[in-house]
């Protein structure tokens, strides 16, 4: 027999059920029924609370956009140069995922099961990252270089690559390979070996040098 609880109350358990659920075996591999046993109720007083499993799934997605993060802290308090902003994003990112790795299982699981409501919120949390990176690489590269869009655009997918696979060996593994490291040296190695990569680790031009400042809003803070 199921706990007697408030509206409220079983709304966020069924909640909390399907979130693990969708994290491990995405959209396509839970049914209402599944997800009912695990919260110990019938389908008919789950549908009491959301009208379809779509319904449900967007519940799910919606709460977890309430954890997006603010990048305000990581770029008020570095010392004003691309590598170090990107750094400190870095670090706040990957706790986000630390401190919820379903984000990242949910991420992956969107991208399999091609579901546009989470492949829409999902990109959106890698675009402060790529706004940034666009940002920055438009005020450092030449304006006549040859394929200067394609170079920005691949520079910004080769970040969130390097940062995405990371966190699949750390969490998402039987094994968390990089146990030794911690959260902040991750960052730090990332953006060390990305900006090597790109030819900019010698760049340490200030946020006012480079224009920095007027950083738009929707890179340091959740959209």
Same mark, same amino acid.
């Given at each position: 027999m199921s706990t007697r609880l408030s509206g409220p109350e079983r709304r966020q358990s069924i909640l909390k059920e399907s979130q693990r659920l969708?994290?491990?075996?995405?959209?396509?591999?839970?049914?209402?029924?599944?997800?009912?046993?695990?919260?110990?109720? %019938?389908?008919?007083?789950?549908?009491?609370?959301?009208? %379809? #499993?779509?319904?449900?799934?967007?519940?799910?997605?919606?709460?977890? %956009? =309430?954890?997006?993060? =603010?990048?305000?802290? *990581?770029?008020?308090? %570095?010392?004003?140069?691309?590598?170090?902003? &990107?750094?400190?994003?870095?670090?706040?990112?990957?706790r986000s995922i630390d401190t919820n790795p379903n984000l990242l299982r949910i991420e992956m699981q969107s991208l399999l099961d091609g579901n546009p409501a989470t492949s829409e919120f999902f990109e959106n949390r890698w675009k402060s990252f790529s706004d940034y990176i666009n940002f920055s690489m438009n005020e450092r590269l030449s304006y006549d270089l040859a394929n200067r869009?394609?170079?920005?655009?691949?520079?910004? &997918?080769?970040?969130?690559?390097?940062?995405?696979? *990371?966190?699949?060996? #750390?969490?998402?593994?039987?094994?968390?390979?990089?146990?030794?490291?911690?959260?902040?040296?991750?960052?730090?190695?990332?953006? @060390?070996?990305?900006?090597?990569?790109?030819?900019?680790?010698? @760049?340490q031009l200030s946020q006012k040098e480079t224009g920095d400042s007027a950083l738009p809003e929707t890179i340091i803070s959740p959209s």
């Open positions: 969708f994290a491990e075996k995405g959209f396509h591999g839970v049914s209402i029924d599944e997800i009912a046993r695990a919260v110990d109720v %019938s389908p008919a007083i789950l549908y009491r609370h959301f009208s %379809s #499993k779509q319904a449900l799934y967007d519940a799910v997605l919606l709460e977890l %956009s =309430s954890q997006r993060e =603010s990048y305000v802290d *990581a770029v008020v308090n %570095s010392d004003a140069n691309f590598e170090e902003v &990107l750094i400190g994003m870095t670090e706040v990112f990957i869009e394609i170079t920005i655009l691949s520079a910004s &997918l080769m970040f969130q690559g390097m940062v995405r696979e *990371a966190l699949l060996q #750390k969490y998402l593994q039987p094994q968390d390979r990089l146990v030794d490291i911690s959260l902040e040296e991750l960052s730090r190695e990332l953006v @060390t070996l990305f900006l090597r990569a790109i030819g900019l680790q010698q @760049t």
